[in-house]
């Protein structure tokens, strides 16, 4: 049997990420039909069914499920390739794609990209707002900004420093509701919060007095919780130096409680010999820096 080529893989992984041939096909900008033909030549060629139809779409089946790791560590090889490709030359030019959490890749990393594009602007910027750790190791990303110690290694990584949380709420929120002075208060108000979270927050809100119903604003987005509480919805838990950058964001029961994340950079060791990368990573290394000294407890 001959390796089927990548377009089939692509063409599963977008089918198995989307769940529906209409959506992988638009997704690749291909017509379903086609897509359909990849997907089925590349099951002729493996040897097995990769998807069941359901109500809710195409299901996969177990030998799918076993194939998509596999699937996903090629179209980060893949990806990998096309970026070191498009900075050839002793130049800073071509992609760098950085992973980083929510709150840190849309409200802290925006200001400094943006302090990097004047210093070299033949490098393009890809960035990936994911919670999760995303392996570096498969290509998936060139650097990250993460909020654990590195395990793997192979990759080099700095620890820049820690970022504080303490309980924030907007000041219109404040001005109907009143602010609560000590942390049995909170019982009285509105919470933003988790939905289903991690362990690391759930062992969290054991500290934090919780109203009978639980939190009253629950989104597992980092982002959508920002939100509820720019919005007045309610009181939640911002990092210090994104909370001080809006002095309508009012901070609550302050000294009282708050926790520490701390924040690495990181990226394979084989991308300190490339310029771009290099200048990308100690670039990040000094604006992050920066916006740690100003998120302090």
């Known amino acids: 049997m001959s390796d089927p080529d ?8 977008a089918v198995l990420t989307e769940g529906s041939l209409s959506a992988a096909a638009r997704d690749l900008g291909l017509t379903q039909p086609t897509l359909g033909r990849q997907v089925a030549e590349l099951e002729r060629g493996l040897g097995v069914a990769l998807f069941t139809r359901s109500p809710q779409g195409l299901k996969p089946t177990d030998a799918a499920l076993d194939l998509a790791p596999h699937a996903r560590a090629m179209a980060g090889a893949a990806s990998a390739m096309a970026r070191a490709a498009s900075g050839a030359g002793n130049t800073a030019r071509g992609i760098v794609r950085i992973t980083a959490s929510e709150i840190i890749g849309a409200e802290v990393l925006p200001r400094v990209l943006a302090a990097y594009r004047p210093l070299h602007p033949g490098v393009v910027v890809e960035l990936s707002l994911d919670n999760q750790q995303q392996d570096l190791l498969r290509g998936a990303a060139d650097i990250a900004v993460r909020m654990v110690r590195p395990t793997q290694d192979a990759l080099v990584a700095r620890r820049l420093g820690d970022t504080h949380l303490g309980l924030y709420a907007h000041r219109r929120y404040v001005e109907a509701n009143g602010a609560p002075i000590t942390l049995d208060a ?37 982002l959508a919780q920002l939100a509820a509480v720019r919005a007045g919805f309610g009181i939640g838990f911002i ?49 992050l820096a920066a916006f740690l000294a100003t998120s302090g407890a």
């Open 186 to 222: 909170l019982r009285d108000h509105a919470l933003v919060g988790f939905d289903k979270g991690t362990p690391f927050l759930r062992g969290l809100v054991q500290h934090v007095p919780l109203p009978p119903g639980g939190f009253a604003f629950r989104a597992d987005s980092d």
């Open 239 to 287: 990092q210090h130096g994104v909370a001080r950058r809006d002095l309508d964001l009012i901070p609550v029961c302050p000294g009282q409680i708050g926790f520490d994340l701390p924040v690495w950079l990181v990226m394979h060791e084989d991308l300190r010999a490339t310029l771009r990368m290099r200048t990308m990573f100690d670039h990040l290394a000094e604006g």
């Open 6 to 13: 990548w377009n089939l893989y692509r063409a599963f992984l």
